[in-house]
């Protein structure tokens, strides 16, 4: 049974031109210990996708269907009073702005101690010893828990919430972006530590980038998101030898390959779709190099080509033909030609 | 630390000559004479020229005014022309039946308007919501002579469960000094006059704080609140309500000098006897001294509060460092 099992989930916010669908049939599971990565370009619907696992929608987006099983019991369903007691102790979150995310007005301490003494009866001064703990943890030095926020630096807040995040041992850690805000090297020391810690209290990790190096190097799962949809998900390795979803190839053609260095750098033309204003059938057609009249009319399924390998796409069977021709800069230049629609000048 | 409050107080030392000046300037550029009320008419000539001279009331603006400033440093404030007496003396008690007035009425509005700015807030887009925004404006807006007159009619004559003015009743003699002003015959003068001054000084800081409440909601510190399972009502005050404060006090210090006039009319509605009464009593009569001290007092406490306001900000927010 899988820790978490993200079944057809849709997100609907309201907004002033009408609901908008940030997400739509995301389906995913994570087991136990396993890390899974979610990418895609911005505004796909990733930040939307975390918040509804933790039922924290700003007030005009709702869960308006499928079911979040959590440790087998559905999130969506759950009581205010029922979520507040498993958010942080099972569920905790390290945002994109985590940096921001400190009350200025509080020592950072005390903000790790209310995290602890809200879900655990423990005494003031030995949840300061955990905090402590925590610090040397993500290495900082302890004494830099009676500071206020703004005494310390950026790198130094994100880690000090991501021991805040790991403060209760959660099953579950959500990591959204967690290192966007800060430059390059500090990133992949954060990031090793991020994925350190989870392995050694063997709690689970979803993280969040649009940079799909960096989930190849954390993740055992990937799962790609496009437009609010899921587009393909597999195993690390798999989807990093075989991607499937024309999306997928487009995607790693435009990050650096680690084992092809010479290889030329690809983007794909044309803008992710308007929510509000979506494309009758697949998602990714109108910028699919590969797409079909059908492709514009109908929705494909999740097909699964493995057991957890699945792709959003009508034809799962030519992804090899896919692969070869997605290598090719010219497959990328050239508009298809029912592909007008949402494709930049 | 120690620093600033030594600046701070040099500049209300720098303030209070201003003041000074001022009023000095204003009360002389007032119509009217003030040798009338210090006259009997049935004084002779003589009596009369030594008694212009003996208040230094001979000699031209310039020379007045330098000697006003020359005693105020030595800490003579004048002798008032209407009780004969200096009017420090004169002042004396006023000083705290006005301290006891506005203080309470103060920390009763504050009170109020800051928890009621956090509900308004929280429940926005709620009928509650509107009713309080709508009741804020109202009572910002309405004169306070008014609404006193209004509390008068009502809880003095009508209900007659209150008096309507003095602070004790007439031959009460309080025991002791404790009793002076806790007694419930005080009290019970005390309730209506407050009443009246909280209602007019607790719209400013509920609307603020509803405000500034609003604009934490989209704030980090607030969902990294809710992610931690916190309750709301522990959000609402040590989050969000701690923060919004800061902008309330700010806006706060500013205000005190609105309150001060409003001092002046609840203390004249309600026959308080403090410094605001005192004011208008002595201007009508022309009795200078009185009325410039008064004045100087009042504007002493006004910045005292100021200072206060901003030791206190500094430190519920730790950024700001007092230099
Ligand atoms: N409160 C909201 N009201 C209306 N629309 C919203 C709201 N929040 C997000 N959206 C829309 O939902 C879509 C998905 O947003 P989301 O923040 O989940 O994207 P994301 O994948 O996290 O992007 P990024 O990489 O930029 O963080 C976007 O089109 C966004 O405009
Ligand atoms: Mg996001």
Request: with cysteine; hydrophobic share 45%.
């Amino acid at each position: 049974m899988a820790l978490l099992d993200v079944h057809d989930v849709e997100v609907t916010y309201r907004t002033k031109e009408g609901p908008l669908k940030a997400a739509e049939y995301v389906s995913f599971q994570l087991k136990k210990g396993d890390s899974l990565g979610l990418i895609g370009e911005s505004g796909c619907g990733k930040s939307t996708m975390a918040k509804a696992i933790l039922r924290l929608l700003p007030d005009n987006g709702q869960i308006s269907g499928g079911e979040i099983l959590f440790q087998e019991q559905d999130l969506a369903k759950l009581s205010p009073k029922e979520m507040r007691k498993l958010r942080w102790k099972e569920l905790s979150l390290v945002t994109q702005s985590a940096m921001n995310s400190l009350n200025p007005v509080y020592t950072v301490g005390a903000q790790i101690v209310e995290a602890i003494r809200t879900h655990e009866a423990v005494s003031k001064r030995r949840a300061w010893e955990r905090a402590e703990n925590l610090f040397r943890l993500v290495n900082i030095e302890p004494s830099h828990l009676t500071n206020h926020p703004h005494e310390l630096s950026g790198g130094m807040k994100q880690r000090a919430i991501i021991a805040m995040a790991l403060c209760l041992n959660p099953s579950l850690v959500i990591a959204d972006e967690p290192t966007t805000a800060l430059d390059v090297i500090v990133q992949d020391r954060i990031l090793q530590q991020i994925v350190r810690i989870q392995k050694e209290i063997s709690s689970s990790l979803i993280y969040i980038s649009h940079d799909i190096s960096v989930i190849a190097e954390t993740c055992d799962y990937v799962v790609v998101m496009y437009g609010g949809h899921v587009m393909e998900t597999a195993p690390v390795r798999e989807f990093f030898r075989h991607p499937s979803h024309p999306y997928s190839l487009g995607m790693q053609n435009a990050f650096p390959n680690l084992e092809d260095v010479d290889s030329e750098l690809i983007s794909i033309p044309g803008y992710p779709p308007d929510l509000l204003n979506l494309p009758p059938g697949c998602r990714f057609s109108p910028r699919c190099p590969f797409a079909d009249s059908v492709c514009q009319e109908e929705r494909p399924e999740l097909h699964f080509i493995g057991t957890q390998h699945g792709t959003r796409c009508h034809f799962p069977d030519r992804a090899e033909a896919f692969r070869a021709q997605a290598k090719l800069p010219e497959t990328w230049t050239e508009r298809p030609a029912q592909g007008q629609r949402g494709v930049g000048a | 630390m120690r620093k600033y409050i030594v600046r701070r107080l040099v500049q209300m030392i720098i303030g209070l000559f201003l003041v000074a000046s001022v009023t000095f300037l204003m009360f002389r550029l007032l119509p009217g004479d003030p040798t009338a009320s210090l006259l009997d008419p049935a004084f002779t000539v003589e009596i009369r020229e030594t008694i212009i001279e003996r208040f230094g009331l001979n000699e031209p603006l310039h020379i007045q005014y330098i000697n006003y400033l020359q005693n105020l440093v030595q800490g003579d404030f004048g002798r008032s022309f209407y009780y004969r007496r200096p009017s420090v003396e004169v002042l004396g008690d006023k000083i705290w039946n006005t301290l006891i007035l506005m203080l309470s009425s103060m920390i009763i509005a504050y009170s109020i308007g800051v928890i009621g700015g956090m509900i308004l807030s929280w429940k926005r887009g709620s009928k509650i919501e509107w009713g309080g925004i709508t009741l804020g404006l109202f009572l910002r807006s309405a004169p306070m002579f008014w609404t006193g007159m209004l509390l008068i009619m009502l809880f003095a004559f009508n209900l007659g469960w209150l008096p309507h003015s003095g602070m004790r009743t007439p031959g009460y003699e309080a025991a002791t000094t404790f009793a002076k002003f806790f007694s419930v015959d005080f009290l019970r003068h005390l309730l209506l006059p407050m009443i009246t001054a909280s209602l007019y000084f607790l719209g400013t800081p509920l609307l603020i704080m509803r405000n500034t409440m609003l604009e934490t909601h989209g704030e980090d510190y607030i969902e990294l609140s809710r992610a931690k399972g916190l309750s709301e009502w522990r959000i609402m005050i040590l989050h969000a309500g701690r923060n919004a404060l800061l902008p309330v006090i700010t806006a706060g210090a500013l205000f005190l000098g609105q309150a001060l006039g409003g001092q002046v009319v609840v203390e004249y509605v309600f026959g308080w006897p403090g410094l605001g009464r005192e004011i208008v009593l002595s201007a009508q009569r022309h009795d200078y001294p009185v009325a410039q001290t008064a004045f100087l007092f009042l504007a002493f406490m006004v910045m005292l509060m100021n200072l206060v306001a901003d030791l206190f900000y500094s430190y519920l927010d730790p950024r700001v460092k007092l230099k």
